[in-house]
């Protein structure tokens, strides 16, 4: 069985940072995506950034951009969201998840099979 399995969340002041941890255990995905998503209180998950295994292209959401950074350990299955410059809205459940095969952008949901339990980040102002 695939588990995928995040680490890193916290409380942490606006301004401050964060890096999480994401290892994928039972999964040999050198190729495909991994990404991380979240969802925030009242809201919808939504993608925040995703890299390919292929050519390590990422995507990020407008909201993340240049504050966050996706990066990938192939040879250990783990995938890093280094999330500095945090502000209260980024407050949420964040979600790793993996996923085989080719595909043009990581950071929609729909191609994602594998989903790990999620550790919530809450951003104090």
């Known amino acids: 069985d695939v588990q995928l399995v995040e680490s890193g969340g916290g409380s942490v002041e606006a301004g401050g940072s964060l890096r999480l941890s994401c290892v994928a255990s039972g999964y040999t995905g050198r190729t495909g995506c991994m990404g991380w998503f979240r969802q925030g209180p009242g809201k919808e998950r939504e993608g925040v950034a995703g890299i390919n295994a292929d050519h390590g292209t990422t995507n990020y959401a407008d909201s993340v951009k240049g504050r966050f950074t996706i990066s990938r350990d192939n040879a250990k299955n783990l995938v890093y969201l280094q999330m500095d410059g945090l502000m209260p809205e980024d407050t949420a459940q964040y979600f790793c998840?993996?996923?085989?095969?080719?595909?043009?952008?990581?950071?929609?949901?729909?191609?994602?099979?594998?989903w790990g339990q999620g550790t919530q980040v809450t951003v104090s102002s």
């Open positions: 998840a993996a996923s085989p095969g080719s595909h043009t952008s990581c950071l929609a949901g729909a191609i994602y099979k594998y």
